[in-house]
């Protein structure tokens, strides 16, 4: 996903030189033209003041430059980013099907039988203002439904040597009541079931946009083994102090980076 975020940067940089190019032209022509009409004052001293008017009204209408012409929009070609180097898991969703994830098929245990079963419906889709034809997403298609897809990583990622970075992005084109569009790199255990994937699933780290309310989060929890005790605990980042409200509400799609 960083490849993509760096293909935006690109695509818009590229507009804008092809904006300031007429402009460029622009001031060059004006400045040909500041040159000649100082050349001409000085060949006209002898004249009258008159003569010299004439001449300068006449120099300015013959040498006006054409009326700028504006230029046809650049055609943009999406091409779907393609991993670099060392990693565990890239997914652009460009492909058009959920091949290779799975959907959750279970029920929560503290839930009532309504509204207990993992049955949300996914799809990938473009999103509605796309302006970028093939550039799909992972989209969310039903409300007030529980949801959870997963997929396992190239290999399991253990904790030595190397940073771990973490990187999607995330759109609420439709707006989001109560919900999160966080994700979950699980546990690597015996146990382990992607059908079965629930909230108590065991996970290593949580990170992610959620709202309920009025309340907006961004989640970023690390659980682990206490090496004295040998039970797990959660270790939540502290709540941001800035306003994350216009990242659930403005419909535009943000970068969320671990």
Same mark, same amino acid.
């Given at each position: 996903m960083h490849q993509k975020f760096l293909l935006f940067i690109l695509l818009g940089a590229g507009l804008l030189c092809l904006m300031l190019a007429p402009v460029s032209q622009a001031q060059d022509q004006d400045e040909d033209m =500041?040159?000649?009409? &100082?050349?001409?004052?000085?060949? @006209?001293?002898? @004249?009258? =003041?008159?003569? $010299? =008017?004439?001449?300068? $009204? @006449?120099? =300015?209408?013959?040498?006006?430059?054409? +009326?700028?012409?504006?230029?046809?929009?650049? *055609?943009v070609t999406y091409r779907a980013p393609e991993p670099m180097g060392e990693h565990f898991f890239a997914e652009s969703f %460009?492909? #058009?099907?959920?091949? #290779?994830?799975?959907?959750? !098929? +279970?029920? *929560?245990?503290? +839930?009532? &039988? &309504?509204?207990? !079963?993992?049955?949300?419906?996914?799809?990938?889709?473009?999103?509605?203002?796309? *302006?970028?034809? #093939?550039? !799909? @997403?992972?989209?969310?298609?039903?409300r007030a439904k529980h949801h959870a897809i997963s997929a396992q990583l190239l290999r399991p990622f253990t904790f030595d040597t190397m940073p771990l970075i973490i990187q999607y992005e995330v759109n609420f084109q439709s707006g989001i009541d109560c919900g #999160? +569009?966080?994700?979950?790199?699980?546990? $690597?255990?015996? &146990?382990?079931?992607? %059908?079965?994937?629930?909230?108590?699933t065991p996970y290593t780290i949580m990170f992610g946009p959620d709202k309920c309310g009025e309340d907006y989060k961004l989640h970023f929890i690390f659980r682990h083994r206490n090496p004295k005790t040998g039970e797990y605990e959660e270790k939540h980042a502290k709540k941001p102090d800035a306003d994350l409200r216009s990242y659930f509400t403005d419909k535009k799609t943000h970068l969320y980076t671990l």
């Open positions: =500041e040159v000649d009409v &100082e050349d001409d004052l000085d060949l @006209g001293l002898a @004249g009258t =003041e008159d003569d $010299e =008017e004439e001449e300068l $009204e @006449g120099e =300015e209408q013959d040498e006006a430059p054409p +009326a700028s012409k504006t230029p046809a929009a650049p *055609k %460009d492909r #058009g099907t959920l091949d #290779g994830w799975v959907l959750s !098929k +279970a029920k *929560k245990d503290d +839930a009532d &039988e &309504e509204i207990a !079963k993992y049955d949300g419906n996914w799809a990938v889709e473009e999103m509605k203002d796309s *302006k970028l034809p #093939g550039d !799909k @997403g992972l989209v969310l298609k039903s #999160g +569009a966080y994700i979950k790199l699980l546990t $690597e255990t015996p &146990e382990l079931d992607l %059908d079965q994937f629930v909230d108590k």
